[in-house]
């Protein structure tokens, strides 16, 4: 279910745009943002940090594109959202306290070294994301940008995720692999 609550804002964009265009589906966005905070807290009684940061960049780059009736700056969210996950995975590393491990630590043990190198793989991660995203946004067509938003940054996302989980776990101890299976 909250995984259904995390990709619905997303969904409901792309399906808006697609049928009017892309300033009443940056409102849509923000709208359902915001309802999926709401319906979150209500079935879980909080919220992520993540979520909030989103919603917050969401409701500002939205509401700028709604306001200037200009696209620059709700394709500029994505490139700022995934900059702002990088910069939080380094410094989160650099002053010993490691948001990956805090958030898997308890689930998966696995050596600090192994969490220095996921950790700096999403960064790498990220960063080339945001990279990307500046790239397609300013370089190709408004449907072909909303259409890589939608499904190519998410599909990458999707398998760096399977990649990590796999990564991670070959490198648990044994006796810890055995309760997985």
């Excluded at 589906?25 to 923000?30: D, E, F, Q, R, T």
């Excluded at 200009?70 to 410094?91: E, M, Q, S």
């Excluded at 306290?97 to 700096?120: R, Y």
């Excluded at 998410?154 to 101890?173: D, M, R, S, W």
Aim: contains cysteine; charged residues 15%.
């Amino acid at each position: 279910m909250k995984q259904l609550l995390d990709f619905l804002p997303l969904v409901i964009f792309f399906v808006v745009y697609k049928y009017v265009d892309i300033y009443v589906a940056s409102g849509a966005l923000i709208v359902a943002t915001a309802l999926q905070l709401i319906v979150t807290y209500l079935l879980y009684k909080k919220l992520e940090k993540m979520h909030l940061i989103t919603f917050a960049m969401v409701a500002f780059f939205g509401s700028l594109t709604l306001m200037f009736q200009d696209d620059t700056f709700i394709k500029w969210k994505v490139t700022v959202v995934y900059a702002l996950f990088a910069a939080a995975l380094a410094i989160s590393h650099l002053i010993n306290k490691p948001i990956l491990k805090g958030m898997l630590g308890q689930e998966l043990k696995v050596a600090d070294p192994i969490w220095a190198k996921v950790t700096w793989y999403w960064v790498a991660f990220f960063i080339a994301c945001a990279l990307l995203n500046v790239y397609v946004a300013f370089s190709l067509p408004q449907a072909t940008w909303v259409n890589f938003k939608v499904f190519g940054l998410t599909g990458l996302t999707l398998v760096n995720t399977f990649a990590t989980v796999i990564y991670l776990f070959k490198h648990i101890p044994e006796e810890q692999r055995k309760e997985f299976k």
